[in-house]
């Protein structure tokens, strides 16, 4: 039986990248083939602000349930075609100095390389090609006829459904959580970092930070590259 692979996987959002969900999603909103509409989900994006950081502060899971019903009635086709913009405007610049090396490094050392993230499925596509990961967790929205309901695919990615679908993989690609890396920025990833034998807190948030100094484990700045 062959010796079990390892795999490095990332967060992206304050991880690898400067931007988040929402800077995509008014990206899409500023965009929308409407003007009216675009003007108006700028506007209720803008107003809603200090509850989104309130609810993502309570539970990001919550946050991803309340956020993304932003998406309700917007067309799959439409976002699926936004990618490679969204990608070149709104992502690639905001991609950290360090990242592009720390993952080169990782795949050279021989690790599968996986982007546990969760934004949503159709923004991530050119973010991977970028990269050069092996696999992709995310979450996905439910669409009918080409229209998405505001709903959300399961499972969730997020808080327990990370390390929850990065054991699923583990399992299919025979791969040994103990020889493994994660990184993440948010003390809300805590328990994916502990899905795996070799945790990174990258660029943490103030509570990752204390888990991380108090553990040992691992900081990085990507921000400066190092």
Known sequence: MSEPARAAFYDLDGT????NVVTRYAFCARNHPSRVRALLKSAKLVLSVPLLIGIDHYSRRRFNEYFYREYRGMQKAWLE??????????????????AKALVEADRAAGFRLVLVSGGLDFDLGPVVRHFGF????????????????????PPLIAEDGKPAALRKLCLEYNVDTARSKAYSDSFSDLPMLEAVGMPVAVNPDRRLKRVALARGWRIMDLKHGS
Do not use: D
């Open 134 to 153: 092996h696999h992709v967790i995310s979450n996905r929205l439910v669409f009918e006829n080409g229209v998405a309901t505001g709903e959300m695919a």
């Open 81 to 98: 075609a936004l990618s490679e913009r969204l990608f070149a405007e709104e992502i690639r610049p905001k991609i950290y100095p360090g």
């Open 16 to 19: 690898l990248i400067s931007g």
